[in-house]
C-alpha cells in the first residue's frame, strides 16, 4: 500500500510517517503544500492520500477538486482541525472516503486507512484507471478512454460484433470517436493483423472514384503512368473504414454495392477481376435510415453496410468523460509543448463541465490544448479558457482581525442591496448613522475606496 500525507507542517508529517511506520506501513511518501502534492499525485501512483485541510496558498479541499476526478481509484482522507459540517459535506461529495477531525486518534487513524483500503480493493476492478481504462473494457479498445456505464455497454457489444467478420456501420454526431472505435473493431476481429485503411468518402472526387477504389493499370488514361492499387485492394486481408460515407453520391453507391456483395472488382484498364477478403466498417453522422427512405441513399446498400449497428452517444451523454478527457488531452498537449501543467482549477473544471460542445471530444480536445498554451501558472485557470474572470470581491471571508471581518461584512450586504443603505443598515441590525460612519472610516483605507465608489454609495 502506497500513503502520501500532504500537510504544511514538518512535525505533523514526521509524525504520521512514524506512526504509519511503526503499525507496518513501509511505503509512505510525505510532501508540503497543496502545488507540490497535486504534481506527486500526477507523476506517481498512490492507494490513500492523507490531506490536511488548511494549507497556505492551496488548501486541502482545492487539491480534492482538482485531482479526485482524474484519480477515482485513489482514496484521500481529510485531517483538519477544524470541525465544519458544510466543509464536510464537501468534501465528501467531491470525493472523499472520510473527514478526521485533529488531533486525531491514532487507532482510528490507522482503522481509517485499513477500511478505505478495503473499498478500493472491491472497487479496483471496476474502476477507471487515471487514463480512463477499466478493468471491464476490452483490450481492443483499450484506446477509448471512457467511464461511462453506457460507453462500456456500447464497446462490449462492439467486442462481440467484432468477432463475426461482417460489416459494422457506426453511426454519432462529429467528433464522437467513431474511427477509433473502428479501430479497436479491427485489432478485435479475425484478422487484426492486416491493414486498416481509412477513407474519408466525401473527400473523393466523384471522377476519382473508380480510380481511387479501385486501381488503375498504367496507361488506363492519360497520366496514367504507373499501375495503382485502389483503396480495395490496399485492404485485401484486413479493415476499409469508409468515413462519411453517407455523402457517398447517389450515382456511385450502386458500385459499391456490387463489390460488397462480390468482392470482386476490376480495376479501369484491365480485363482481369480482382477477388479481396476486406472487412468493410463504415461511420457517418447522417440519419441513413431517414436517407434511404428520401431516396437519397440505396436501402440494399443500407442493410449491406448495417450487419451490425453502433451509435456512439455525444459527449454531453457520457457521463464522467468530460473530466476523464480533459485530463488526458492536458497529458497529451503538455508533452506536445514541453509545458508541466498540473490539472484543472476547480473552477475551470467546472467551466469544462458545463460547457456545450458540439464537436464533442475533438473540440474538448482543442480547447485544452488551447488553454495548455495559454497557460501562465501550474494549473489551467478559467482565463485560460477564455472564461471572464469575476471582479474581485474585497469582501472573501479570510483570517484576519475582527474589524476587518466586520468592514469585509458591511461590504457584502452593500453589494447585495444594490448600495441601498437604508436596506443595508436594517440588515446589519443598525441605524443609517451608525452604517454612514462606518463607511466613511472604510473611505480612509485605500483598498475600500475604489470598490465603494464602485458601489455608488454615496
Avoid at 473523393?204 to 495503382?228: K, L, V, W
Avoid at 471581518?405 to 441601498?420: F, I, K, M, P, Q
Avoid at 443595508?424 to 441605524?431: D, F, N, P
Wanted: glycine share 8%; with cysteine.
Amino acid at each position: 500500500m502506497r500513503i502520501l500525507a500532504v500537510d504544511d507542517e514538518e512535525i505533523s508529517l514526521s509524525s504520521i510517517k512514524r506512526l504509519l511506520n511503526w503499525r507496518g506501513y513501509k511505503d509512505v511518501e510525505t510532501c508540503r503544500g497543496g502545488a507540490e502534492a497535486i504534481r506527486r499525485l500526477r507523476m506517481e501512483d498512490f492507494d490513500i492520500v492523507l490531506l490536511d485541510l488548511l494549507m497556505p496558498e492551496m488548501d486541502g479541499l482545492t487539491v480534492l477538486e482538482t485531482v479526485k476526478p482524474y484519480l477515482p481509484q485513489t482514496e484521500f482522507i481529510i485531517l483538519t482541525a477544524v470541525d465544519d459540517l458544510s466543509t464536510t459535506v464537501r468534501a465528501i461529495r467531491t470525493g472523499a472516503y472520510d473527514y478526521l477531525v485533529k488531533p486525531v486518534d491514532n487507532e482510528l487513524l490507522i482503522l481509517t486507512i485499513q477500511r478505505a483500503y478495503e473499498r478500493k480493493g472491491l472497487l479496483n476492478s471496476l474502476a477507471p484507471t487515471t487514463e480512463g481504462r477499466a478493468a471491464d473494457i476490452p483490450e481492443a479498445f483499450a484506446a477509448t478512454i471512457t467511464q461511462s456505464p453506457r460507453m462500456k455497454s456500447i464497446l462490449a457489444y462492439a467486442q462481440v460484433m467484432a468477432r463475426s467478420g461482417n460489416p459494422v456501420l457506426i453511426t454519432g454526431e462529429s467528433g464522437t470517436g467513431k474511427e477509433l472505435v473502428a479501430r479497436g473493431i479491427h485489432r478485435a476481429g479475425p484478422a487484426p493483423g492486416g491493414p486498416f485503411i481509412a477513407v474519408n468518402v466525401s473527400a473523393i472526387p466523384t471522377t476519382m472514384f473508380e480510380t481511387q477504389f479501385f486501381g488503375h493499370t498504367r496507361g488506363a488514361f492519360t497520366g496514367a503512368d504507373s499501375s495503382y492499387r485502389g483503396f480495395f485492394e490496399q485492404a485485401d486481408g484486413g479493415t476499409l473504414f469508409l468515413d462519411e460515407i453517407g455523402e457517398l453520391p447517389a450515382g456511385l453507391q450502386s458500385k459499391l454495392l456490387r463489390v460488397l456483395e462480390d468482392h470482386t472488382f476490376t480495376p479501369l484498364g484491365s480485363n482481369r477481376a480482382v477477388q479481396v477478403d476486406v472487412r468493410v466498417i463504415s461511420a457517418t453522422n447522417m440519419d441513413l435510415d431517414r436517407a434511404s427512405q428520401e431516396g437519397r441513399f440505396r436501402l440494399d446498400l443500407f442493410y449491406r453496410l448495417k450487419s451490425a449497428h453502433i451509435h456512439l452517444p455525444p459527449l454531453s451523454e457520457r457521463e464522467g468523460d468530460i473530466a476523464l478527457l480533459a485530463n488526458h488531452f492536458l497529458k497529451e498537449s503538455g508533452k506536445r509543448y514541453a509545458k508541466e501543467v498540473l490539472g484543472f482549477s476547480p473552477e475551470a473544471m467546472e467551466i469544462l463541465r458545463q460547457g456545450q460542445y458540439r464537436g464533442n471530444i475533438r473540440e474538448l480536445a482543442q480547447v485544452v490544448e488551447n488553454a495548455v498554451l495559454l497557460a501562465d501558472a501550474p494549473w489551467i485557470l478559467p482565463r485560460h479558457l477564455g472564461a471572464t474572470p469575476p471582479r474581485p470581491v474585497p469582501f472573501a471571508r479570510r483570517m484576519g482581525t475582527l474589524k476587518e471581518n466586520e468592514e469585509a461584512h458591511v461590504a457584502y450586504v452593500l453589494t447585495n442591496t444594490g448600495g441601498d443603505r437604508k436596506q443595508t443598515a436594517r440588515i446589519l441590525g443598525i441605524t443609517v448613522r451608525q452604517l454612514q460612519r462606518k463607511i466613511a472610516q472604510m473611505r480612509q483605507q485605500t483598498h475600500w475606496q475604489d470598490y465603494l465608489d464602485d458601489t455608488t454609495v454615496p
